[in-house]
């Protein structure tokens, strides 16, 4: 440590004004705090500050999303194994899965903190440490297969046109993560959904067990199969199968335990909002139940118990992941139910109504990134209107 | 009728060093000094120079735009030194002390009720800068007619002195003040005591028709913006005038003998071998204050380590400050900050180890703890500023300058310390005050 601080001690001089590489301090300072947090003092207000700042609530994030992520790992090598009718160790399982997801991480970090340096040299500021979270949210809302140079193209495209083009993180309209997701899905629809993509190995042709199918779960509904499975059909899943999450889906979304255990870190340690987390899910069970009730028989989707709905797709994980980006979230606090509320609503209804688009999490919370700035201006126009009724009434008074 | 008021939001800052209860008698200070700097939108223009000789009460400077309101000093002694800095700026009256004050006699006015009689004794000797104003927490105009006044007689900042332990010495000198300045308004002169000093010497049997209101809750429910804000809020145009409990305590002495004799008790925190509380004199230098040798790379604010000013060792107690706070510098570099467990941090938060020690006092140092960034986190500020007030969006209107709407989102209604707090959370470490502050100068400006 003390060698680390004596380089950088002596190598800062160079990056400073007048110094030889001074273009390149902000570069240099980004990797000069990752290593240690800088002794700046306060200069004026308060003296003291609270000890959290950005990076560490952003590790928080990215440490609430390990179980999900570690799960994913297992759950790719435990379904390619399953397609190929083998057996392994929980270790080998795991490690295969690990490799496999290893590449869409490193090519979703480098391509997306490459075009943030490049931003950090024109505009001359510190790194911003919002793509941390976005560079480990977008290798875990896609399908294992998809293949690499989408992956980066589709990065290059959120952290350009969804975040930089605003100004940065903290500026940015919609969450860069579903906006990456989004531009494959529309782009790429063929890599993006059906049965080939959702386990490793089928869409290069991977020799399968007979009877081996590789659809999620919202996929199987809409092909006319009421009750869940997992690779086979009599393999069926019951309420706790689906908690656990071995399904085919996106790397991460599938174990609802291992989200939990994130939401209740994000939560605990009060990074993430209570309210948008818990009104999604009120929203949507809502929503779901509604459906339950004008049912018409038949209809696989809408007739899917609410419950089940949290359960399966990617609800869960929009939920507690991506609704509750405090950036593109509603800000106040009443917002934030109305906002929570509605994605809830909307992504039962999507997924339920419109035949196109399966899995509604990702539209509804899009969507309700524009909107949110209209629920804030609401909310706020009623404080506004209220202290402007108290300045009548004493007015009226004097 | 008095009435509870129970706040929930906040935060108490648990610092370690509080001030025991035991008073020390100090000599007097060698210097006193009086700084212009403590009193917002004050354009100083100086009475004396270095060298003259002067009395307790005799004025040392007065206020450009507003002639009629004087600062006097406080101690009997010569000019030592008037400080400047950049552009001549005027920082210091500095004031050698006899050693034994000798006071300038005022007139006492013989009708205590006569608003214009009060307000004019009160110009002349000096003691007129204890009235301050909201908005802006400014002195006070003395043309305006003050929709109320509001004196908060309890401090809930880290390490704040006692107030009902400091006045309680003073009970009849400071039920005499308050009931002198009650003729300043033709509203209500509120006392704001915390629900656990109800019963508490100093405001038992107190005082005529001032209004008592009690409050419940932690910092900032001290902040008398605060009290303010949930009794009867300020609107466009209003006036409210406030005052410190120490200082109403001046003022009746003024009105007792005759004399500005500004004695105090400053409570010493922070840092130290020994926190208590000191007996002095307004605007003493801070080193007299401390009976040990304070180690270097400390840093020494007058008043509380949210809104106080850093005064270094030879620096001054401010004018309206009854606190002096020590705490370490913070200007080590730390590996890897962002990841460590952090048993040693406090944070509202609870993404540091620190949490698991409930109850324990931290030792806080001046680091900011990270780089200033962008709004990101939202609903942060919510958690420490109980008032019906959208602190992200007032500071958003400020920072892109629209008067209209921070006027709609209730700028009038505060002052920095009243966000304190939520500069002191910020994750994103946004110099909040300074904010506020700037948009209050814009306010100020366009309206004056």
């Known amino acids: 440590m003390k060698i680390l601080e004596n380089i950088i001690r002596n190598t800062k001089p160079k990056f400073e004004k007048g110094g030889k590489y001074e273009k390149w301090l902000p570069v240099y300072e980004s990797f000069e705090t990752f290593f240690f947090v800088p002794a700046h003092t306060t200069k004026q207000g308060s003296h003291v500050r609270d000890a959290i700042d950005l990076k560490r609530s952003m590790m928080m994030v990215i440490i609430a999303l390990l179980p999900a992520l570690l799960f994913g790992m297992w759950n790719v090598g435990s379904l390619y194994y399953m397609s190929i009718g083998e057996t392994h160790s929980l270790l080998e399982t795991f490690w295969f899965g690990f490799l496999k997801v290893l590449p869409l991480i490193i090519v979703s970090y480098g391509v997306g903190l490459g075009v943030e340096f490049i931003f950090v040299f024109l505009r001359g500021h510190e790194i911003n440490e919002g793509f941390l979270v976005s560079g480990m949210l977008i290798p875990m809302i896609v399908p294992i297969d998809v293949p690499l140079w989408m992956l980066a193209v589709a990065t290059a495209f959120a952290v350009l046109i969804g975040k930089e083009a605003f100004g940065g993180t903290g500026m940015n309209i919609v969450n860069p993560a579903l906006l990456a997701r989004a531009f494959l899905f529309f782009a790429y629809p063929a890599h993006m959904s059906g049965n080939k993509v959702w386990i490793h190995g089928i869409s290069n042709g991977t020799q399968l067990v007979d009877g081996f199918s590789g659809e999620t779960i919202l996929g199987q509904k809409i092909n006319g199969i009421s009750h869940a499975y997992s690779g086979f059909v009599d393999n069926q899943l019951s309420t706790f199968d689906l908690l656990v999450g071995n399904y085919a889906g996106s790397v991460g979304e599938t174990s609802v335990i291992a989200i939990a255990i994130g939401a209740i870190i994000l939560l605990y340690t009060g990074i993430a909002s209570f309210r948008i987390m818990f009104s999604v899910f009120a929203g949507g069970f809502l929503m779901a139940s509604l459906l339950n009730a004008v049912a018409p028989a038949g209809n696989i989707l809408m007739n899917t118990p609410a419950l089940e709905h949290m359960f399966i797709g990617g609800f869960a994980f929009g939920a507690v992941f991506m609704a509750t980006d405090p950036v593109t979230a509603a800000q106040t606090g009443k917002g934030k139910w109305i906002y929570g509320f509605l994605i809830g609503a909307f992504a039962i209804i999507i997924r339920c109504l419109n035949p196109a688009y399966p899995e509604g999490m990702m539209l509804a919370i899009l969507f309700m990134n524009v909107f949110s700035p209209l629920i804030d201006h609401v909310v706020i126009q009623s404080n506004i209107k209220k202290r402007l009724c108290r300045a009548k009434v004493s007015q009226l008074n004097k | ?448």
């Open chain 2, 1 to 448: 009728m008095s009435k509870v008021y129970k706040l929930r939001k906040g935060l108490t800052i648990p610092l370690k060093g509080e001030a025991e209860r035991i008073v020390h008698q100090l000599p007097l200070p060698k210097t006193v000094a009086i700084k212009p700097t403590d009193f917002i939108g004050v354009v100083p223009k100086l009475v004396v120079k270095e060298g003259d000789t002067v009395l307790a009460g005799d004025v040392l400077f007065i206020d450009k735009n507003n002639q009629s309101i004087q600062f006097t000093s406080p101690v009997s002694g010569v000019v030592q030194t008037i400080l400047r800095g950049e552009r001549r700026k005027l920082l210091e009256v500095v004031v050698a002390v006899d050693s034994e004050i000798s006071y300038k006699k005022f007139e006492i006015p013989t009708d205590i009720t006569n608003r214009e009689a009060i307000i004019d004794f009160m110009l002349q000797s000096g003691v007129w800068p204890f009235v301050k104003q909201r908005p802006f927490n400014c002195i006070a105009k003395p043309t305006d007619i003050p929709k109320a006044i509001h004196v908060s007689a309890f401090d809930t900042a880290p390490l704040a002195p006692d107030y009902p332990f400091v006045i309680s010495e003073y009970k009849e000198l400071f039920q005499k003040g308050l009931q002198i300045l009650n003729a300043l308004t033709p509203g209500k002169l509120h006392l704001n005591i915390l629900e656990e000093n109800r019963t508490l010497h100093p405001f038992d049997e107190c005082c005529g028709d001032v209004q008592k209101n009690y409050f419940s809750g932690i910092h900032p429910a001290g902040n008398v913006g605060v009290q303010i804000h949930h009794i009867d809020p300020i609107n466009k145009g209003d006036v409210v005038w406030t005052l410190n409990p120490q200082d109403v305590v001046i003022i009746a002495r003024l009105f007792e003998k005759g004399i500005f004799d500004a004695h105090k008790t400053i409570a010493v925190t922070g840092n130290l071998q020994k926190p208590h509380y000191v007996k002095t004199i307004l605007g003493a230098a801070v080193n007299d204050c401390f009976e040990e040798q304070i180690v270097e790379n400390q840093r020494i604010i007058s008043g509380n380590v949210l809104t106080g000013t850093n005064v270094g060792y030879k620096g001054y107690i401010g004018f309206y400050d009854s606190q002096i706070t020590v705490i370490p510098e913070g200007n080590k570099p730390e590996f890897m900050g962002w990841i460590a467990p952090g048993f040693e941090k406090f944070s509202l938060s609870r993404t540091f180890f620190s949490w698991l020690q409930i109850g324990k006092k931290y030792t806080i140092d001046t680091n900011l703890h990270g780089g200033e960034r962008a709004f990101v986190f939202t609903g942060v500020y919510e958690k420490v500023l109980p008032m019906d007030i959208y602190p992200m969006q007032l500071l958003k209107a400020i920072i892109v300058n629209d008067i209209d709407k921070m006027e709609q989102l209730g700028i009038y209604e505060v002052v920095e310390e009243d966000f304190a707090l939520c500069e002191f959370v910020c994750p994103s470490k946004i110099e909040i005050q300074s904010i506020i502050r700037q948009g209050l100068t814009v306010i100020q400006k366009e309206f004056s």
